[in-house]
């Protein structure tokens, strides 16, 4: 899909196309749809990431997102990301140190980690960056959630509209 057809879309196919790209959050693509026409992917993203306001707003979007390996309902997209290192198909001492992060992270900070896989070649580099992020405070890693999901998100704008 080319940016100029985003910019035709109705605000109805707008968020059908586009809502995804946000996990479970079909509001961001909702408010970003009045700020076409959008004249780069990056400003597309922008008016997207710019779309989630408050702290509460950045939670919601945040708790959106499945824990890594968690065997939760994903969105095709997750599916694909946790699927590319091999997350769906983890040894049973991999599955309980990914069940313990998950649950400790979950724990300390009220939401999952979030990590933006394609940042990442392999499990292990997933893994030890959850156990470093750990040692986070609750507003640095809330943070550091949505900057993942910037590099998440960018990545799923960059595959619908370069394809």
């Known amino acids: 899909m080319a ?72 969105t095709l997209d997750s599916t694909s990301e946790q699927g590319r290192l091999g997350f769906n198909r983890l040894s049973r001492i991999e599955r309980e140190e990914m069940d313990r992060l998950n649950r400790s992270y979950r724990d300390k900070f009220g939401f999952p980690c979030i990590v933006a896989l394609r940042l990442h070649q392999d499990r292990a580099s997933v893994m030890a960056e959850m156990a470093r992020r750990l040692q986070s405070k609750p507003d640095a890693e809330l943070r550091a959630a949505m900057e993942q999901i910037g590099h998440i998100t960018r990545g799923r704008l960059e595959k619908i509209l370069n394809g």
Do not use: Q, T
Not at 22 to 31: D, G, K, M, N, V
Not at 47 to 58: F, I, R, T, Y
């Open 3 to 74: 940016l100029e057809d985003v910019n035709s879309l109705g605000k109805v196919e707008f968020v059908a196309r586009l809502g995804g790209v946000f996990e479970h959050s079909l509001w961001i693509a909702e408010r970003a749809w009045h700020r076409r026409p959008f004249h780069s992917v990056e400003e597309l993203h922008r008016a997207m990431l710019d779309a989630v306001g408050s702290d509460e707003e950045k939670l919601k979007l945040v708790r959106a997102h499945p824990e890594l390996a968690c065997g939760e309902a994903l």
